[in-house]
């Protein structure tokens, strides 16, 4: 089932059943999120992602960063990743998303996807440092690329294309009973920074304490 209705029309909860995850479409004008896309491009420290599969190392070619008020340890796929701190572009974009969907976070996990090419297979997001019923804001910027959506038990798939500049916000039971992908396309040539604004539980994640020289330990 593919979704498609006014920009005017938001936000409107994407889900059929058993969570909610408000689309609110473009809250970023097109120069603007033309701008930071390409700050994005030029300025973050981006690494390949990595994971621990069924006790085998895999190195991906989409490329990730983790930044957030502390220096945060995040667990997920078996690896662990430290934040670093807030840029001032990462702080107006979450002042924006925290003003229009009312909830407060310390952490953003960034994506990015070269072209088509690279995608998210199926998944969830239910790390022990979320906690139940996690709040997680999604803001695209760069090649619009489809979201989809697939219930756990019925299977039922919901997709939205996600324009740049514009924001998903998936909260309630969504972790719990839908997975979701970004599926790869060849269609797709420009590349796509997605950040995932995160509320951590500080009692189940890992401070890194620094040294007198600032270095991570």
């Not at 979450?94 to 994506?111: F, W």
């Amino acid at each position: 089932m593919e979704l498609a209705f006014p920009e005017e029309d938001v936000p409107r909860n994407l889900l059929p059943y058993d969570g909610e995850s408000l689309y609110y479409g473009r809250i970023f004008p097109p120069q603007q999120a033309e701008h930071y896309l390409r700050w994005f491009l030029n300025s973050i420290p981006w690494q390949h992602d990595e994971a621990v599969i069924f006790g085998k190392h895999i190195v991906t070619a989409r490329k990730v960063a983790w930044y957030g008020d502390s220096h945060y340890d995040y667990t997920y796929s078996g690896k662990t990743r430290t934040a670093r701190p807030w840029t001032p572009e990462l702080l107006a974009i979450k002042q924006e998303v925290e003003r229009l969907g009312g909830s407060q976070y310390n952490s953003c996990l960034l994506n990015l996807y070269a072209d088509g090419s690279q995608g998210m297979a199926w998944h969830h997001d239910d790390e022990k440092g979320l906690g139940a019923h996690s709040d997680i804001a999604s803001v695209s910027f760069g090649a619009e690329r489809r979201f989809d959506f697939r219930h756990k038990l019925s299977k039922t798939k919901v997709s939205q294309y996600l324009p740049s500049g514009s924001l998903l916000i998936m909260r309630g039971r969504t972790q719990a009973c839908w997975q979701h992908q970004v599926p790869k396309s060849t269609k797709v040539t420009e590349p796509r920074v997605n950040l995932t604004f995160r509320r951590m539980l500080l009692a189940e994640t890992r401070i890194a304490r620094e040294d007198e020289s600032g270095s991570i330990r």
